[in-house]
């Protein structure tokens, strides 16, 4: 998956020292605001993060990321576990997913059932799968031999909530 130009410079970090770790928890504790979540304590110490797209703020008065998708690894899959937009609508949420899938072509998340960002994922994945907590959503996954595919959901699945109640 191609990503095209976008208006919103997107800025890849593969070490968790090359961003501000302040800015990008008050961007995500932010975005799920209305999902009433935060995310977990010490989240950038006990999380694998293999990359981070991030975007800056375009106001000269703001200092803060706007945007940010934040990627794991998982059975040697690309898990992407958190995206995350200031604000909806303006186009930011699909410049970081398209930035995302035009590096990755296996991609696997999942979002609890009553995410409002479940409405974003529709047509962008190639099978979803639900369980009591979470849709799982995957795409490019074929050539994975059904034992590891197996074990791959179940990981995604199992693996800790990293957003709380407020």
């Known amino acids: 998956m191609n990503s095209p130009q976008t208006a919103y410079p997107i800025i890849s970090a593969q070490d968790i020292t090359e961003v501000d770790i302040a800015k990008l928890t008050y961007l995500i504790n932010d975005s799920f605001k209305t999902s009433k979540k935060e995310l977990v304590d010490n989240y950038f110490e006990k999380e694998d993060i293999s990359e981070i797209f991030y975007v800056n703020s375009t106001e000269e008065s703001s200092e803060n990321y706007i945007g940010a998708a934040i990627i794991q ?94």
Do not use: C, H, Q
């Not at 047509?123 to 595919?149: M, S, V």
């Open 73 to 166: 690894n998982i059975n040697n899959t690309t898990y992407l576990d958190k995206l995350a937009v200031k604000d909806t609508g303006n186009g930011l949420g699909t410049a970081l997913w398209n930035a995302v899938t035009g590096k990755y072509d296996k991609l696997v998340w999942r979002a609890s059932r009553d995410n409002p960002a479940n409405d974003f994922y529709e047509g962008k994945y190639d099978e979803k799968i639900k369980t009591d907590d979470w849709n799982i959503y995957y795409y490019g996954l074929n050539n994975l031999k059904e034992n590891e595919f197996k074990e791959l959901i179940d990981a995604v699945a199992s693996k800790n909530p990293t957003m709380i109640s407020a």
